[in-house]
């Protein structure tokens, strides 16, 4: 069985080096000598060195600054393996007189070992495989700076074709030492190998007839093409010359014949007919069967077809790219954009402001006195500050006013005592002795809906509603008072909108009811839940000063802006409230979104940079209840609508920025997503770890801009909102949303930088447009 395995392996081997060998033949014909092939693939590098240099310095290519010095490099590169051609064609044709008669194999290894500038190439071509495939993951990467894709591609193709003549050398090399084609023949290899054979074939008349098994041996052999058993076929795969069948046929029918197989020696090669006729010329001289030189003609033709082929494919992935409308076009950034960003990175005065302010002036509800000295200390600022223009325009707000107000429990007498609440903007009030009443619990808005019209009468109607996002859990403050009224309930007590409580009732603003509304907190909110379910028998006293003036109190809006130099008339708007509720001090609702957008604006102008468009920071009031602020902007800016490129809102927060959330057309989101891509990579380019610039990372996403820029979004304006780690979306901001804890101290001053240099980059980039941004 063994034997027949052998048999078995041995004619596999020799078919396949048959295959191999037609295959050689194919890709290194014997008309073409080594050297001039090697030489050949080399000069190609000529293509994407002259390419790419024309790249660097041409189109768009000098916008980016990164790529430039990746085509240069690659340039050089290219030379070098130009420079290892030339060398490796002189070395190989011209051989030194030790290494005459060498063949390709043995003179390859020779080099490899000896001479020192090929071992140094061997580094060369690493280090130049590693640039390669660096230039090659950043041409395709956000890293990228330049507005249009195309140069990119162009880069990209270079690199693979710089890809294909860095490995199709080396598999010239490979096909040539391995399996020895176009070698010189002056001391064939083979004739060695004819030697043994002849002294083997006599060797074995001489010991006359041989047993079964040497004569399937001597099958073996003849099988793998001349004496060797197996290792003779796989010898045959790397050059051990042809005639294979004709040899395995021989010494078959020897076999079968009884008679032990004859030396069959093997059909001479063109090679060895060249060297049988004397030709000592190598490869400076052809000879008939030899290896004739190619001539120069020749080569020409066929360095000139490559160079077009190849020439022609990048010119054809140039012109496929032209015209394209890409999704997301790239983004050059104005170098001025990463000063913008250090600058307030580094900046204290905003922080120290919004400091002042809180502490200075505390709370600022509409129609408060203190409201209208914060405006004023603002506008005063922003004139110091050195801004072009900076006006006041009238508004007339809503005057609700809170007074003193009381929940207290009254039964179980075993914990009765005071409940913390606060009032609901725009409630009205109880009777002045209180309203005393038992209590219905529902668990939703929509479960109160779904009641009968007085289902809830005489009674409290608490709506213990869980807090899930604020957008989908805030309309139960808002319609819940009007829901009790219809079910006849005596007032309206609301769970705070929250996701975490420490006793801490939320305010809000509510729709016109006929009873009055008032937040409870959580803990007391369950608690009353669970009496209720537990059939135990609660009542409650509410008392409530609350109320609104008739006549409106006059407050404004404050703004400041720098002129655009070239298009003054085009604005780019930002901007957060100044109001709050009159609770807390409006640290993070809104007084810190209000201080970093001045405060961006600040930076700019400290700079001493001048925008192409106008700049405006827009402090917005009574968006708390009533937004009458952002509606009488909209009036008195009603002619510049056409004329506003962007507005963009900081209300959700001062915190890590994470980006921002945009409403507009999908042209104008995805020239916003190339600059916020542009910026990121600005910020990440950073080689210092400790640099906070390295740590901005922000997105554009789908969806947001704010209460104040509302209605310049209704009037086709695109708008964004500020989002921020720990805010909207996230719940950490509705920890201290509308109550008591909102405070400067829930500010960390790094954060309120980072939203700075965020609000400032963005919007610096898009006042230096060279158009407004897309409306359709």
């Known amino acids: 069985m063994a034997v027949y395995f052998c048999q078995a392996i041995s004619d596999a081997c020799a078919s396949l080096g048959d295959g191999c060998e037609k295959c050689i033949e194919t890709i290194c014909p014997q008309d073409r000598p080594f050297p001039i092939f090697l030489s050949y693939a080399w000069c190609l590098n000529l293509v994407p060195a002259v390419a790419g240099l024309i790249t660097a310095f041409t189109g768009s290519g000098a916008c980016d600054s990164n790529l430039q010095t990746f085509c240069i490099v690659q340039f050089f590169v290219c030379g070098l393996h130009l420079m290892f051609a030339s060398y490796g064609y002189w070395r190989v044709a011209y051989p030194r007189p030790d290494e005459e008669g060498k063949s390709i194999a043995s003179l390859a290894c020779h080099m490899a070992m000896y001479d020192p500038f090929v071992c140094l190439y061997a580094f060369v071509?690493?280090?130049?495989?590693?640039?390669?495939?660096?230039?090659?993951?950043?041409?395709?990467?956000?890293?990228?700076?330049?507005?249009?894709?195309?140069i990119y591609k162009v880069a990209s193709v270079l690199v693979i074709?710089?890809?294909?003549?860095?490995?199709?050398?080396?598999?010239?090399?490979?096909?040539?030492?391995?399996c020895d084609c176009c070698r010189d023949e002056r001391k064939p290899r083979d004739s060695s190998r004819s030697r043994r054979d002849a002294e083997s074939a006599s060797h074995s008349r001489s010991r006359g007839q041989v047993s079964e098994s040497s004569r399937v041996s001597s099958s073996t052999s003849a099988a793998g093409g001349g004496g060797g058993g197996v290792f003779s076929g796989v010898r045959s795969m790397f050059g051990g010359g042809g005639g294979h069948s004709a040899s395995s046929t021989s010494t078959s029918r020897s076999t079968a014949s009884g008679a032990p197989p004859a030396y069959q020696p093997a059909a001479a090669t063109p090679y060895q007919q060249s060297a049988a006729a004397g030709n000592s010329g190598g490869y400076r001289q052809a000879a008939a069967g030899g290896c004739p030189q190619?001539?120069?003609?020749?080569?020409?033709?066929?360095?000139?077809?490559?160079?077009?082929?190849?020439?022609?494919?990048?010119?054809?992935?140039?012109?496929?790219?032209?015209?394209?409308?890409n999704n997301q076009p790239r983004h050059v950034p104005d170098p001025a954009t990463t000063h913008i960003i250090h600058s307030a990175l580094n900046a204290s005065l905003g922080y120290q402001r919004l400091v002042f302010m809180c502490d200075t002036f505390g709370h600022r509800l509409s129609g408060s006195q203190a409201l209208e000295d914060a405006i004023v200390w603002i506008e005063d600022n922003m004139r110091s500050d050195g801004l072009d223009r900076v006006v006041r325009e009238p508004v007339n707000v809503t005057h609700w006013v809170r007074g003193e107000e009381s929940l207290h429990l009254l039964q179980p007498a075993l914990i009765a005592g005071p409940m913390a609440m606060l009032g609901l903007g725009g409630s009205g009030p109880t009777p002045v002795a209180g309203i005393k009443a038992g209590i219905t619990v529902v668990e939703s808005l929509a479960a109160a809906r779904a009641m009968p019209d007085n289902a809830a009468?005489?009674?409290?109607?608490?709506?213990?509603?869980?807090?899930?996002?604020?957008?989908?859990?805030?309309?139960?403050?808002?319609?819940?008072?009007?829901?009790?009224?219809?079910l006849g309930a005596?007032?309206?007590?609301?769970?705070?909108?929250?996701?975490?409580?420490?006793?801490?009732?939320?305010?809000?603003?509510?729709?016109?009811?006929?009873?009055?509304?008032?937040?409870?907190?959580?803990?007391?909110?369950e608690l009353l839940a669970r009496l209720a379910a537990a059939g135990e028998t609660i009542e409650l006293e509410l008392a409530m000063e609350a109320h609104t003036l008739p006549d409106k109190a006059l407050s404004y809006n404050v703004m400041g802006e720098?002129?655009?130099?070239?298009?003054?008339?085009?604005?780019?708007?930002?901007?957060?409230?100044?109001?709050?509720?009159?609770?807390?001090?409006?640290?993070?609702?809104?007084?810190?979104?209000?201080?970093?957008?001045?405060?961006?604006?600040?930076?700019?102008?400290?700079?001493?940079?001048?925008?192409?468009?106008?700049?405006?920071?827009?402090?917005w009031t009574n968006e708390e209840n009533g937004a009458a602020g952002a509606a009488q902007y909209a009036r008195d800016h009603a002619h510049e609508m056409e004329s506003l490129s962007f507005a963009l809102e900081s209300d959700s927060g001062i915190f890590t920025p994470k980006g921002f959330g945009f409403t507009g057309s999908d042209a104008a989101f995805a020239k916003l997503s190339a600059i916020i891509d542009a910026i990121n990579a600005d910020a990440a380019a950073s080689d210092d770890d400790d640099d906070p610039a390295a740590r901005l990372e922000l997105a554009m996403t789908r969806g947001g801009g704010g209460v104040d820029?509302?209605?310049?979004?209704?009037?086709?304006?695109?708008?964004?909102?500020?989002?921020?780690?720990?805010?909207?979306?996230?719940?950490?901001?509705?920890?201290?949303?509308?109550t008591d804890a909102d405070t400067s101290d829930k500010i960390a001053p790094g954060e309120f930088q980072e939203c700075v240099a965020a609000m400032a980059a963005l919007v610096w980039e898009i006042a230096n447009l060279d158009e407004l941004l897309p409306r359709t």
């Open 709 to 738: 820029i509302q209605p310049l979004i209704d009037a086709g304006v695109p708008g964004a909102g500020l989002l921020v780690g720990k805010g909207y979306p996230d719940s950490y901001y509705f920890y201290f949303h509308h």
């Open 161 to 178: 074709v710089s890809y294909m003549y860095l490995f199709g050398g080396f598999l010239v090399i490979f096909m040539s030492i391995f």
């Open 562 to 619: 720098m002129t655009g130099t070239e298009f003054p008339d085009q604005v780019v708007v930002l901007g957060g409230h100044i109001d709050s509720w009159d609770v807390g001090t409006g640290a993070l609702d809104d007084g810190g979104g209000i201080l970093a957008a001045w405060d961006a604006l600040r930076v700019i102008k400290t700079l001493g940079l001048a925008p192409r468009r106008t700049i405006r920071v827009v402090a």
């Open 457 to 486: 009468n005489g009674t409290f109607l608490l709506l213990n509603q869980r807090f899930t996002t604020y957008g989908e859990t805030s309309p139960v403050r808002r319609e819940g008072p009007k829901e009790a009224a219809r």
């Open 294 to 325: 190619v001539s120069r003609s020749q080569g020409g033709l066929l360095m000139l077809l490559v160079v077009l082929v190849v020439t022609g494919g990048v010119v054809a992935a140039v012109v496929s790219t032209r015209g394209k409308d």
């Open 490 to 525: 005596v007032a309206a007590l609301v769970r705070s909108v929250t996701p975490f409580s420490l006793n801490t009732p939320h305010t809000g603003s509510m729709a016109p009811a006929a009873v009055p509304g008032a937040a409870i907190t959580v803990e007391d909110a």
């Open 125 to 150: 071509w690493v280090g130049a495989l590693v640039w390669t495939i660096v230039g090659s993951g950043y041409v395709s990467s956000a890293n990228a700076k330049c507005e249009d894709e195309t």
